[in-house]
């Protein structure tokens, strides 16, 4: 479970280890840089599963860099070290974090003894590893294209008011 540093030590200049604190820095599968820590607390390795804890609980992302986690997220990993299988199996337990979300009087919130008590499928390590086979290329391509989308998303930033302002001008055949 993560554990939030004092706020002074929060910035978005890219000083110290990103700072994932929930759903708000969760993408598609991968959190998104937004705020860095200089005095972390708590962290999860690149591969690990991040579980949002609070206000929604079960919104689930995949760690792509060793970072630091705050109160808003767990981040889980299977014995195996198996980050596919971890995953998955985080993803389908999304009834009962749904469960957890509907009986907060504020907002809803589970804790490390609600992950605890969870019951879910101890599958055999061979059924594990050969999950793991399977899926990890398919986690490999997912998070390629997640970091070409980033890259693309950044150079039309870049363009696109050069573009607008006349600086920069596109020459070919529109068809």
């Known amino acids: 479970m ?13 000083e110290g280890i990103p700072f994932y604190q929930g759903k708000t820095d969760f993408g ?8 860095f820590c200089t005095a972390p607390t708590r962290f999860a390795k690149s591969g690990d599963t991040l579980v949002s804890v609070r206000a929604p609980v ?25 980050r596919s299988y971890t995953y998955y199996a985080m993803e389908s337990l999304r ?7 509907a009986e907060g009087t504020v907002f809803g919130s589970i804790n490390k003894k609600g992950f605890e ?36 998303i950044v150079l039309r930033d870049s363009l696109l008011p050069k ?3 006349g600086e920069v001008r596109c020459h070919g055949v529109l068809q």
Do not use: W
């Open 58 to 82: 079960g919104v689930i992302n995949m760690a792509a860099e060793y970072c630091c986690v705050g109160r808003g997220v767990a981040a889980i990993r299977h014995n195996s070290g198996s």
């Open 117 to 152: 008590t969870m019951a879910m499928v101890n599958a055999p390590t061979g059924l594990v590893s050969a999950f793991e086979q399977f899926a990890f290329g398919l986690e490999e391509r997912i998070q390629h294209n997640e970091q070409q989308t980033a890259t693309l």
């Open 2 to 14: 993560g554990q939030s540093p004092p706020g002074d030590t929060y910035n978005q200049e890219g």
């Open 28 to 35: 598609f599968r991968y959190p998104t840089r937004r705020v």
């Open 163 to 165: 573009l607008i302002s």
């Open 95 to 101: 009834p009962k974090f749904d469960r957890y979300e």
